[in-house]
Nanobody, 121 residues
Framework: QVQLVESGGGLVQPGGSLRLSCVAS????????MGWYRQAPGKQRELVAT???????NYADSVKGRFTISRDNAKNTVYLQMNSLKPEDTAVYYC???????????????WGQGTQVTVSS
């Protein structure tokens, strides 16, 4: 099994910054795409940013220029640096990875438990 543990969420004032981390552990052979999604109360979960194994990144329009996704393959870790935070960024942020557990295995999608980010004065 693949386990994901997120950290770094919290309460921050508008204009502030936070850095989220997500560590993948367990039976991992290969990690493909890593990403962050978020879900605000009463809304559907939406993509925030993804990064491929080749470090190609993709961002939601709402966070472009403010958020930066990165990964450390040696540590099986993905980061989300969030700057210039706005109240509308308030949500539970979820880590997601596409990974295989052994050679020849299918590519599974795995989710973390989520970390709360609240942007408020």
């Amino acid at each position: 099994q693949v386990q994901l543990v997120e950290s770094g969420g919290g309460l921050v004032q508008p204009g502030g910054s936070l850095r989220l981390s997500c560590v993948a552990s367990g039976s991992i052979f290969s990690i493909r795409t890593m990403g962050w999604y978020r879900q605000a109360p009463g809304k559907q979960r939406e993509l925030v940013a993804t990064i491929t194994s080749g470090s190609k990144t993709n961002y939601a329009d709402s966070v472009k220029g403010r958020f930066t996704i990165s990964r450390d393959n040696a540590k099986n870790t993905v980061y989300l640096q969030m700057n210039s935070l706005k109240p509308e960024d308030t949500a539970v942020y979820y880590c997601n990875v596409l990974a295989s557990k052994y050679s020849g295995d299918y590519i599974g999608s795995y989710w973390g438990q989520g970390t709360q980010v609240t942007v408020s004065s």
